[in-house]
């Protein structure tokens, strides 16, 4: 069963008490979160490209995985095809995580919007991941497809007893005019517009039942406010980023230039030019209608996920002083957890769901391998 809302803030409430100092930062109790109404889970366990760290990231294995485990949420990253099918993919490019170079060599550097969904079929995106990761490789990956947002919504609905809600993303919005639209349109034809009835018998609203089984996210504030035009009530979070598109940085030096070798040294020393222009991304949130920030954060042991550190105890409380929540991206390991929950966030976007799961000390109800081998994987 997904964890009752009432049930993971006790769990959070136990952790604030453990966690020290600045965890006056989090409001002094879940009621007063804007999390409660809407039945966003506090904390919350965003599955980021599903169960990412153990199966291809955004294939159907990734999504069950996490759905299974009881992650409350499965993250995407939504694009057009070339026909107009609203499908799931992370890069702008398929090089990485397909096989598009050997299938369609002349166009391998094309956006993934320029094929359409049944050129998209054909593509195997699920060997990269045995390639990248021997240890975690599996002969089941082979041939995985990419999936369309329907085949998705098929994934959270397919467990009669864990119901993941959705966390969808408009990447690189831009490229496509009237995906807020047409988000819309799909996501209300399969009734994820409206509040499930709750089969829990509680007055507050469990993961998948409430407003929250939708959150919407973007780090551009123009399709913030076209999701907001779109679905007035689903809530919303503004991703936050420091450079071009995001907040003036407090210098400008590129990495090329900056004489450091790593690249999270590089951007863990990057912040926004000043509190006032972290406040004024606060300000561009609230006033487009997020009920939230996603900010990045820094990671102890650096890494291609770590980015400047904007989970500050101050940042956070700054946002809480505002009504909106933060769910901060993309944490895997308990350290970080701990460091991000310690600093106030209610929420935590993770590759590694059954680790993020356990550091809140919810059960899982199978191991990961069990849970893949349970799918047919
Ligand atoms: O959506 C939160 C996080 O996923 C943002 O980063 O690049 O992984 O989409 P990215
Ligand atoms: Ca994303």
């Known amino acids: 069963m997904p964890v009752p809302f009432a049930k993971s803030a006790l769990l959070l409430s136990l952790l604030l008490v453990m966690s020290g100092p600045h965890a006056a930062s989090t409001p002094a109790s879940p009621e007063a979160t804007p999390a409660y109404a809407q039945g966003i889970p506090l904390p919350a366990v965003i599955a980021h490209r599903g169960a990412s760290f153990d199966a291809p990231e955004s294939t159907a294995p990734a999504y069950m995985l996490a759905r299974d485990l009881g992650a409350d949420y499965l993250e995407m990253d939504l694009q057009r095809s070339k026909d ?4 799931a993919l992370h890069d702008n490019s398929l090089l990485r995580t397909t096989d598009v170079a050997k299938k369609f060599p002349e166009r391998k550097n094309s956006p993934a919007s320029a094929f359409t969904l049944a050129e998209l079929k054909t593509l195997d995106a699920g060997s990269w991941f045995n390639q990248a990761y021997p240890e975690r490789a599996r002969p089941s990956y082979v041939g995985l497809q990419i999936l369309t947002l329907d085949e998705i919504i098929d994934i959270a609905q397919g467990n009669p007893q864990l119901k993941p809600g959705l966390y ?3 990447k690189e919005p831009q490229q496509f005019p009237g995906l807020e639209h047409d988000l819309k349109n799909q996501l209300s034809a399969r009734g994820w517009l409206k509040p499930a009835a ?18 919407l996210q973007t780090f551009d504030k123009n399709s913030l406010a076209l999701l907001q035009q779109e679905m007035p009530d689903t809530p919303k979070i503004l991703l936050l980023w420091v450079g071009e598109g995001g907040m003036a940085p407090d210098n400008t030096v590129s ?5 450091e070798k790593d690249k999270a040294a590089y951007y863990a020393r990057q912040q926004p030019k000043d509190k006032a222009e972290f406040i004024r991304w606060l300000d561009i949130a609230k006033s487009n209608g997020a009920i939230g920030t996603g ?3 820094a990671l102890a042991h650096g890494g291609d996920q770590s980015y400047f550190d904007l989970i500050k105890p101050w940042m956070n409380k700054a946002t809480h002083d505002r009504g909106l929540l933060v769910h901060v991206y993309t944490l895997d390991q308990a350290v970080d957890f701990k460091a991000a929950m ?3 966030v209610d929420g935590i976007f993770t590759n590694r769901a059954s680790e993020l799961l356990s550091f809140y000390q919810r059960p899982l109800p199978r191991s990961v391998n069990q849970l893949l081998e349970q799918n047919g994987y």
């Open 342 to 344: 310690n600093a106030g």
């Open 295 to 297: 900010p990045s954060a």
């Open 168 to 170: 969808i993303e408009t």
């Open 198 to 215: 709750s089969t829990s018998g509680n007055a507050q609203p469990q993961t998948g039942e409430g407003k929250g089984r939708v959150m």
């Open 255 to 259: 990495f090329a230039n900056s004489g």
């Open 84 to 87: 107009g099918v609203l499908f």
